[in-house]
């Protein structure tokens, strides 16, 4: 199994900065390597009892380069639910999370 990262762009009021900054990066990267379906970043906002949510980010295995740039930690593959796309192909879906009935 490969290794997913994950890191927390803060709070939802806060995240769509360094959002933004992993959407540039990844952009410039995902270019580079020939647009490769398995390369995405998804978020979720995660509240988890707490008052205001935290936006985490996923970075999939094939974008570990860039998710070590962002200083995120290995974490397990997130369950599919709640999950958005903020780069790389929407055929990420279907490679990543077979699982996941469209």
Known sequence: MQT???VSLGDGMLAPSPAAEIETS???LFNAHGKPI????FT?????GRLHCEVIAYFSPAAATLAESFDAEPCAKPSHTGLGLLAGDPQAWTVLFPEKEN
């Open 4 to 6: 997913w990262y994950s």
């Open 26 to 28: 990844f952009t410039k």
């Open 38 to 41: 398995e390369m995405a970043v």
């Open 44 to 48: 979720r906002a995660e509240s988890e």
